[in-house]
């Protein structure tokens, strides 16, 4: 997902939708008990009144006894009735998208199902991905094309859920979805089936991973399927599927390759495809794209860029590049967005890097660094909600702060420990992480903390101080004035590029000229001259 664009002009009851939705932030103490397992979602669509109607199926573990459970949904949504271990019980949804279940006793710990019934209209998005909701538009021929996207208002505004980044299904989830007949259904996971009962046809998909509320959307349309077979890393056979519309069928084919080639690139740096027993799909979506697990939503018109010989789709790349950071490699706190964000962006980086050489990255990367804006920390505090969260700088200085790990590290550590990051169980499917656990895991890489690294360039918007002052004839003394550990340094001088190892001591450089620090941008910067 790309930064936000500013939104004016807009009907009040819809700028009311989506300035009134946030996700995550601290959560409640009745969600905190609960920790959800699987979720089943059952809708009817209907296109023409643009409503939906049917229930959620929860499954979740009380950690402890309880008479109250907790989930989200905007409150425009209505709630006809609700089922606990299949008794119904009393509940109220109140204007704050609260819907609070009073089960007749206390639940005992362990496994409880929840059934919620509910239907209506579900909120417009206003400027889709970045402010969601439902779509209900017409292809060119004038079909209907519905896209959901729900990342920073969260899945509650269409379906009961507990809507925080930190809890994911362990089980797994699947989605029931019955449209007009002639419409076809993309959702996550595999099609289990598809029957077709006189006007309708209904779409069961089905995952068996982890997945994050916001990726729980499906799309709809006059789609056509494009399928190959790709063989990935490690040589697993993976169904990799294009639902496009019928207009756009030969344009589906190029669309494909692309694919493979940002598949490629991906693994090389991030491992395996993370949902390899299931697919790699897109979609085609009237918005411009997002990072659906197994079927990323796709609408970048198929504008294509060259990266040295090679043609190159940047929103496809990026977006396929969040099934490894967002969806595998998840968030606990949208506090830490950034991990997700900021090392997708390192991706499409690599992609470059792959492409177009070294030289090419490198003046990307400057790119990025002159771009950054520095006027919030990339690390907002803890327990944030998604608007809190969300700024420019959570891309671009993120992905500029792994340009800097990089260097400080040097290839030999840093790309065998972002690949660890992406791939050890501690950190992925079922395990969020935080700062701290990408930070204690570099730094046990690197043999010492690169802890105050992270604190400068992700917890403020203080640049690296370097101080050059001349000493002698032909001296000059470099020092770190804001940074407590020794960095390496490259210095620009008359004796060509060199690298050294500064620290606030400083050390003592020789040149018959005037010296330049870091002349080829691996820091964020301020160099004074004394």
């Known amino acids: 997902m790309h930064i936000r664009l500013l939104i004016c002009l807009l009907f009040i009851s819809v700028v009311s939708f989506a300035q009134n939705l946030k996700s995550g932030g601290r959560l409640k103490p009745e ?24 229930f959620t199926e929860t499954e979740l573990l009380l950690k402890e006894p309880s008479g109250v459970l907790l989930f989200d949904l905007w409150h425009e949504m209505k709630v006809s009735k609700i089922w606990v271990n299949g008794k119904e019980a009393p509940f109220s949804h109140t204007p704050d998208d609260l819907v609070r279940i009073q089960t007749a006793g206390m639940l005992a710990s362990g496994k409880v199902n ?28 004038g079909n209907p094309w519905i896209a959901v996207s729900c990342q920073s208002e969260g899945a509650k505004v269409y379906f009961p859920c ?17 449209v007009p007949k002639g419409l076809v259904v993309a959702a996550p996971g595999l099609l289990q089936k598809q029957t077709t009962k006189k006007n309708k046809t209904t779409w069961h998909y089905k995952t068996n991973y982890t997945i994050s509320n916001y990726c729980l959307v ?6 056509k399927v494009a399928k190959r077979i790709y063989t990935s890393v490690t040589g697993k056979k993976i169904p990799m599927e294009y639902y496009v519309l019928e207009e756009n069928l030969g344009k589906a084919e190029k669309l494909l390759d692309l694919f ?21 799909a897109a979609s085609e979506t009237p918005h411009l794209g997002m990072e659906h697990q197994t079927n990323i939503a796709y609408g970048n018109k198929y504008r294509y860029e060259k990266l040295g010989n090679s043609d ?5 790349h990026h977006e396929y590049g969040h099934e490894w950071w967002a969806n595998k490699v998840t968030n606990r706190d949208w506090a830490h967005m950034w991990i997700q964000e900021g090392i997708c962006v390192f ?23 002159r771009m950054t804006q520095n006027k919030f920390p990339v690390v907002r505090g803890e327990e944030v909600d998604s608007d809190s969260a969300y700024h420019g700088d959570i891309y671009g200085k993120g992905a500029f702060f792994m340009h800097t790990l990089r260097f400080v590290m040097g290839d030999t550590l840093f790309f065998p420990t972002l690949m660890k990051l992406a791939t050890d169980p501690r950190y992925t499917y079922d395990n969020t992480v935080v700062t701290a656990d990408v930070e204690a895991l570099f730094s046990g890489a690197f043999g010492k903390s690169l802890k105050p690294l992270f604190q400068l360039f992700l917890y403020t918007t203080d640049k690296l101080e370097i101080s050059i002052r001349q000493s002698g004839e032909d001296t000059y003394l470099v020092k770190l004035l804001n940074m407590d550990m020794a960095l390496p340094l490259e210095i620009n001088s008359a004796n060509g590029l060199q690298k050294i190892i500064a620290d606030k001591k400083g050390i003592t450089v020789k040149s018959k000229s005037f010296i330049e620090a870091d002349p080829r941008g691996f820091y964020l910067k301020k160099v004074i001259y004394e």
């Open 31 to 54: 969600q905190a008990n609960m920790d959800i397992r699987h979720i089943k979602i059952v809708l009817d669509v209907n296109p023409d009144k643009k409503t939906i109607d049917g």
């Open 114 to 141: 929840v059934k919620i019934a509910y239907g209506g209209t579900p909120g417009i998005a206003v400027r889709p991905p970045w402010t969601g909701g439902f779509q209900w538009e017409k292809d060119s021929l």
């Open 162 to 178: 507990k809507d925080h980044p930190s809890d994911e299904p362990n089980e797994g989830a699947e989605m029931i979805i019955s």
């Open 218 to 223: 499906f799309n709809v349309g006059n789609y």
């Open 260 to 280: 493979e080639q940002s598949s490629r690139i991906l693994e090389k740096y991030f491992g395996e495809y993370p949902w390899a027993n299931e697919r790699i």
């Open 312 to 316: 190159f789709d940047w929103l496809l």
């Open 347 to 369: 991706g499409d980086a690599m992609a470059t890097r792959e492409l177009a050489g070294e030289e090419a990255y490198l003046k990307r990367m400057q790119t990025t660094g």
